[in-house]
């Protein structure tokens, strides 16, 4: 059942997600037939024709061309916006997959900037890093917390503090500690080398992440903790004389399920931090790739939804797996039985 609730929710999900790429798809190849248009009224010797077709239905030729001509080269025109997004949130992972390098006739909703995995490999390494880094200093946190009753008083007040400060913040302090010290200049301007070498570069980033997300996670495995600690079997197991030890061991088996849960959420939360720090360190993934979908100049907007597609497809695709994988755990490791 917990299966089906979380598949059901990724579908909605990604059906809310096809309904704005498919409309800004839709409008995009709307905004490029009525170029075509103009071009074919004032340059194509057939426009002569259409115009009086058009007459002979009382049409303005524009819209004539919009609804009869267009469609035979745009048939995104006549499909539904829905359809659209989920052919187009497909079709942009396939086309990633081409060595080519060439894609499909949607060329132009790409961009200057074209998808691939390397964008992908680069966020994934910055996002393992990151969490691997948070859980570590989350688990610490919370572990003393749940002992000492003050230091608990100071995680809630710093998962506040830190939560209300972005991320960008950590990055400024970041960029200005490597400009005024000894420290290369090169870490602050995206990634060089490759393999082992590269991850000298994701420190800074990863300490940016870690100061905002660490303490929020602290508290919510705090959190569980303590509530499990106040079970009623927890003073049954003391009462029949098992050592201290013996029962942390079993609050801890209990609490695997719902911390996992709280991880989940922080799992999806810091990949909203991991694209802002990736944009602003140069790491190259899908941080600089979002950047590119939206260019804003003194006489235009362009919109590049296909880059767009495969960046939200990419980030559901994970989300569905880490949540998937997290359902799959809990109904191995609940102690209780799943209800």
Known sequence: MPLRRMALRYVIVTLLVAIVVGYSIKSMVEMRAQYEAVGFFQYDPRAQVVVEEAKKLGMDPIDYYMKYIAPKNHPELEMSILRIGLEYMWNSIIDTGKLSGRFSRWNYLYGPVQPNWGYVYRTLIFLILAEIAVVISALFLSFRAVKSERFYDFLQMAARTFNGIPVWFFVVLFFLLIIYSPLPSDLANGIRGSGWDMLVYFVFPVLSVLLVASW??????????????????????????????????????????????????????????????????????????????????????????????????????????????????SIKLEPRGVQ
């Open 216 to 329: 929020g996670l602290a508290e919510g495995i705090t959190v569980v903790m303590r509530e499990e600690f106040d079970q009623p079997y927890v003073e049954a197991k003391r009462a029949m004389g098992l050592s201290e030890r013996r029962v942390k061991k079993h609050v801890i088996r209990a609490s695997i399920v719902p911390v996992m849960h709280v991880w989940l959420q922080n799992f999806i939360e810091i990949q909203t931090l991991v694209l802002v720090v990736d944009y602003l360190f140069k790491l190259g993934g899908l941080g600089f790739l979002l950047s590119n979908t939206l260019i804003i100049t003194p006489d235009n907007v362009w919109f590049y939804s296909m880059t767009f597609a495969f960046i939200v497809t990419v980030l559901v695709l994970l989300n569905f797996i880490a949540s998937m994988a997290v359902e799959l755990f």
